[in-house]
């Protein structure tokens, strides 16, 4: 396994266990697989709703919780100077754990700046209190990185966007490597561009033909292509699956090398258009679903 160091020199692995969509029945079972197989690196979120289950797999693991780089989420109607310090109290007791290894904001809230710095401020002390290791965001554009930064103590250590080969938002990760945060990829292998939903015809990047080509000239998977296209730009990236067999094909990245060359050639297959939620609009319901205690 492949580790990043963080801004604050905190390492964390390259590859971890995305658990996004992941339903609470199965995630114990995932989280557990993935350890038993190597995995040291879990990614949830308040509002993903399956933290406890996160909890249960990392303690059914065996694994000292030391052993484990566990990063969760703040959602937006936690944000706020006691509501986000209160969101921690609520994640660690449903994790089961004292501390967080990353605790990250999970969107900006344009239109309620005020509550999202906030939140910011309350991570900010949450950090100086030693109750987590690294502090960060989510979603955030370079002009919420602008209005952020210089009203903070803390450069966030990283920004986890929507990242695949059709949508890698160059301008995010350059505004990130400029402020030295750590670009992390969700839906890594696009799970994004194919997960059934509101979302109307899309293209599932799983298919596309330069990526089975690559996978065919290495014999790998066109998953393993995107996980390892993004470790080798220095990316984290956090692979969503229950499945026992893909949890292991996702980890299995690390014994071979893409060139120069076919790095560029998934860099233009970059499409420019997003298909998750656009960070400058969350939605008004977003605001009223409430993270419960338990
Ligand atoms: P499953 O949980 O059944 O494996 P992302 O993390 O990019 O959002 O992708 C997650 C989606 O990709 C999920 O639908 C997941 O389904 C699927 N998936 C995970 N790993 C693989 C893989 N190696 N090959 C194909 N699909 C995968």
Same mark, same amino acid.
């Given at each position: ?71 969760? *989420? ?7 100077? !006691? ?6 109290? *609520? ?9 967080? !290894? ?71 990760? *350059? ?79 690390? !014994? ?39």
């Amino acid at each position: 396994m492949q580790n990043l160091t963080l801004n604050n020199g905190v390492t964390m692995p390259a590859l971890g266990l995305g658990v996004f969509q992941s339903p609470p029945d199965e995630t114990a079972a995932a989280v557990e697989t993935a350890l038993g197989l190597g995995y040291r690196h879990i990614d949830t979120a308040a509002a993903y709703a399956n933290e406890r289950q996160v909890g249960e797999g990392m303690r059914a693991s065996g694994l000292d919780r030391d052993d484990v780089f566990l990063e969760t *989420k703040v959602w937006v109607s936690d944000y706020g100077t !006691d509501e986000t310090r209160h969101a921690f109290e *609520k994640a660690t007791r449903k994790l089961g754990v004292d501390t967080l !290894d990353l605790l990250i904001l999970h969107q900006p809230a344009p239109a309620r700046w005020e509550r999202t710095l906030a939140a910011y401020r309350a991570l900010e002390g949450l950090l100086a209190d030693g109750l987590v290791r690294a502090i960060g965001v989510s979603n955030f554009m370079p002009q919420h990185l602008a209005r952020l930064l210089p009203e903070v103590d803390v450069v966030p250590a990283v920004n986890q966007i929507e990242l695949h080969p059709y949508f890698q938002q160059t301008d995010v990760q *350059k505004a990130d490597t400029e402020a030295g945060i750590l670009t992390q990829a969700w839906s890594p292998i696009g799970g994004i561009t194919f997960y059934p939903g509101p979302w109307g015809e899309r293209r599932s990047v799983l298919t596309d033909e330069t990526l089975a080509a690559l996978a065919a000239s290495h014999g790998k998977s066109p998953a393993q292509i995107m996980l390892r296209w993004g470790v080798q730009q220095g990316r984290s990236v956090i692979p969503k699956s229950t499945n026992p067999t893909r949890i292991a094909e996702n980890l299995d990245v690390f !014994d071979f090398e893409l060139s120069a060359d076919e790095l560029a050639r998934i860099d233009a297959l970059d499409t420019g258009v997003r298909s998750g939620p656009d960070p400058d609009a969350p939605r008004d319901d977003f605001f009223d679903r409430v993270i419960p205690e338990e």
